[in-house]
């Protein structure tokens, strides 16, 4: 027999207990590691800082576009919280700085019509998010993981960040932030990855 999302669990519920850490922090079918496992779709991006910006359109009354100082200039926020990957990995009390998404999407005036945002990312990397998950505390765009600017494996300079999804959902190598009328797939969506992507129901994939 094979080993089992059941077991995997397991094996994560026990680990969270030996560390003292409330089981019910690790989702089903994962595990806990001290790790950053890296995984991206394709090559790490080359970035130039003087020419990079973060763009927000869309159902939006003031679209606008944010240069790497302006982005700086923002009121930065620091949280902590936990994430995890739809393979299986969880990482508890990861500490990331940012600007809070909400703080973005306030400041371009999102229509009534907004209700989805799908995010853009160097290379052609795409993922959708409902708005109404991205007005979260710990929802940020983060360039700084545990105190140190991000490194490119990770999505330097920028990489969208959402706990509450499993963790493609927070897009690296972010450029653009498109606010849509109705719902529409990003690049796992489309490729069979659940469209919701909650870790605590395991929602991995569609079938």
Known sequence: MGITSKMIGERGRRQADKLGVDPGRVPPG?????????????RNPKVDLESWSLSIWG????????????LM???QVTVTTDIHCVTRW????????GVRVRDLLARAGVKPTGTHVMAHSDGGYTTNVPIEA???????VAHTYDGEPLEPDHGAPLRLLVPSRYFWKSAK??????VMPEDRQGFWELNGYHNDADPFTEQRHWF
């Open 73 to 75: 200039a923002m009121e």
């Open 173 to 178: 190598f972010l450029r653009q932030l498109e």
């Open 90 to 97: 969880s990482k508890l009390d990861t500490t990331w700085t």
């Open 30 to 42: 994962q595990y806990l590691t001290e790790r950053f496992p890296v995984l991206t779709v394709g």
């Open 59 to 70: 159902e939006v009354e003031n679209p606008f576009a944010l240069r790497w100082g302006e």
């Open 134 to 140: 991205l007005m979260a505390d710990d929802v940020l």
